[in-house]
């Protein structure tokens, strides 16, 4: 049984929300689900729905509400749940309210686009006191607050800090492992959505159930190369955070990168695309400007970037890669 926690989620969106319900439901910790709107913090607290994020979905009586960065002042673990481009602002805003001993976790999956740093480290840069875990792998937000089983993980550099957070966020129907691999556990997140954009593209374009295939096992590939150059373990990379994420985002039309992949396969315009954020279309050139001043080779990562930039047609993208020199896999 761990201590009783004061747990504050930032963001009110789908995941975020989805967190707080989770965290909330058997009402071992403390939860505030943190806000910028007030009037709508108010309107969950009496109406306990957040149908715009979570439609249809019933909020717990123990989860609080607060559009107030004061309730922070005690709070032992801040999850931040914006987008990932988000996060740097959200980090420097919310950072003079917060415990002088409080964790602090990000739950984005992306690449800071302005600096090209991990989220880990932005929240790191920004706030040099907290220590920074992560919170990635397979689980849409609706399947959480539902109470499907779901299974992710949770990182941070120490395993006793990983193993808290992973202990506290956990729930019957909500299972996270600790692990001490940051980078493996961020990249796995952010580059799944690379793939997933591809895979979309594959759908889309109709090119058929073994170019997915083959793509997603070459996209794992890249994504094991990059997390090993830049300091991550490749056995993360077969985790939940990777493999798992990947399996999920690439073939559920829930996930928004699918479905932006397959508007981009049926000649959409990426502008074209309303069904929400696509962290994805971020992470694609980030990951291939990394890859690049690492020496790493990630041609299906290059390709989507290099589409959705409109520098490269499918057609051409796809000649590409089936003509690149034989390798031994």
């Given amino acids: 049984m761990t201590e009783r926690e004061k747990v504050v989620v930032i963001g009110s969106g789908a995941f975020g929300t989805a967190i707080a319900v989770v ?4 009402n071992r910790h403390d939860v505030t ?13 009496v109406d306990g729905l957040h149908d715009a994020a979570l439609p249809g979905i019933s909020l717990p009586d ?21 987008p990932s481009q988000a996060q740097a602002d959200a980090a420097r805003n919310y950072g003079p309210y917060l415990a002088k001993d409080a964790v602090v976790v990000t739950c984005a999956k992306g690449i800071d686009r302005s600096s090209g740093q991990l989220l880990t480290d932005v ?18 937000a609706a399947d959480i607050a539902k109470g499907l089983p779901t299974a992710m993980a949770v990182a941070a550099l120490d395993a006793s800090v990983a193993e808290r957070l992973a202990q506290t966020i ?22 799944k959505n690379v793939l997933a954009i591809a895979g979309g593209i594959v759908e889309g374009a109709g090119l058929g159930d073994s170019a997915r295939a083959a793509l997603i096992s070459r996209g794992l590939a ?3 190369r990059l997390v090993v150059a830049m300091g991550g373990q490749a056995d993360t990379v077969r985790g939940l955070s990777g493999l798992g994420d990947l399996v999920l985002t690439a073939t559920s039309h ?31 050139s980030v990951a291939s400007r990394l890859a690049d001043g690492l020496g790493i080779d990630m041609p299906v990562t290059d390709a989507v970037a290099a589409i959705i930039d409109g520098r490269l ?3 051409t993208a796809i000649q590409q890669l089936m003509t690149r020199p034989i390798t031994t896999e």
């Fill in 254 to 284: 829930q996930s928004r990168n699918l479905r932006f992949g397959i508007l981009l396969g049926q000649g959409g315009e990426p502008a074209a695309f309303h069904g929400g954020l696509v962290e994805g279309a971020y992470a694609a």
């Fill in 222 to 224: 890249e994504m094991s």
């Fill in 170 to 191: 956990s729930g019957r129907t909500f299972r996270l492992y600790a692990s001490t691999d940051r980078i493996g556990v961020q990249l796995g997140g952010a580059l």
């Fill in 33 to 45: 689900l943190l806000g910028r709107d007030a009037a709508l913090m108010a309107d969950l607290r």
């Fill in 313 to 315: 047609d499918i057609k």
């Fill in 62 to 82: 123990a989860l609080n509400y607060s559009a107030e960065a004061d309730v922070l002042r005690d709070a032992g673990i801040v999850l931040f749940a914006m």
């Fill in 123 to 140: 929240l790191e840069r920004e706030l040099p006191h907290h220590p920074v875990g992560v919170l990635s792998g397979p689980g849409f």
């Fill in 23 to 26: 965290v909330a439901l058997e």
